[in-house]
């Protein structure tokens, strides 16, 4: 399949790597060209483990390229996904949804056929209904659907992570866009990943309840550590004994930094 990513920042780069990986025909589109022509140069610019292995070989085998034209790089595509940075704005703290709107009216323009649009950028509910309308306006003669595909990478391990996940959160009610992100993949469903596939809203909602409920663990064994100082109890020992729950599970229960 054909498989375009808007943004070739962290997530959209080794997304696009792992697709690329699959067998699928890939192109990373990007604005900032400096970034474009380091990555056609062979210059990764974040580091990930495995990741320079993993775009040389792929780019070697004609499976990945990289443009700044946004146009060239969705036309005949199967799926566009959305995978720009969505910042905290100054003052508020709201998701700054800028850069996903901009990609959603500049897509509209570019997509041929019918095609997916997929929001993989982490993003409040409801913008996938914002994302649609958007370019509804920008094309009304747009052929498309957009559906949900929260990304659960950990920085230093994203391509085990995106290889090897626990689940594929997929949300979307159009059953030609849901068939074509089975088909986008379907290699990680034949190694038994669960695809778990629910509405648009519910997908965003589970990306944001994901990262609640981490951040609750990691400050719970933090409150827990300064209760172990007070005691004299080792908080390693505590952590095990409550992570061998199979309710609570031991990961996330290391006392140190906070999230962020």
């Known amino acids: 399949m054909k498989v375009t990513m808007i943004g070739s920042g962290y997530v959209g780069l080794v997304s696009g790597a792992c697709f690329a990986d699959f067998g699928h025909d890939v192109t990373c589109v990007d604005k900032d060209e400096r970034k474009i022509e380091a990555l056609k140069a062979g210059k990764i610019p ?3 483990p495995g990741l ?4 040389s070989s792929n780019v070697a085998a004609g499976r990945l390229a990289f443009t700044t034209d946004v146009k060239a790089g969705v036309a005949g595509a199967d799926a566009v996904f959305i995978a720009v940075g969505t910042p905290s704005r100054r003052g508020d703290g709201h998701a700054d949804l800028s850069y996903v709107y901009a990609a959603a009216a500049e897509i509209a323009q570019a997509i041929t056929g019918f095609t997916v649009i997929v929001d993989k950028s982490t993003v409040p509910v409801g913008t996938g209904d914002e994302v649609e309308r958007i370019m509804r306006e920008a094309n009304p003669n747009a052929e498309f659907a957009v559906v949900s595909n929260p990304e659960f990478l950990r ?6 992570d995106f290889k090897r996940p626990d689940r594929i959160v997929i949300g979307g009610d159009d059953p030609r866009a849901m068939a074509v992100m089975r088909e986008v993949y379907r290699p990680l469903h034949i190694n038994k990943s669960p695809i778990v596939e629910m509405d648009r809203r519910g997908a965003e909602l589970t990306k944001y309840a994901a990262n609640a409920f981490l951040a609750v663990k990691i400050t719970f064994i933090n409150e827990i550590a300064d209760l172990c100082e007070k ?3 080792n908080v390693q020992d505590v952590a095990r004994g409550i992570g061998l729950d199979n309710r609570i599970g031991s990961k996330f229960l290391h006392a140190g930094p906070g999230y962020g």
Not at 52 to 55: A, P, T
């Open 231 to 233: 005691v004299g109890a």
């Open 155 to 160: 920085e230093g391990a994203a391509i085990d």
């Open 46 to 48: 974040i580091f990930e």
């Open 52 to 55: 320079d292995n993993l775009v």
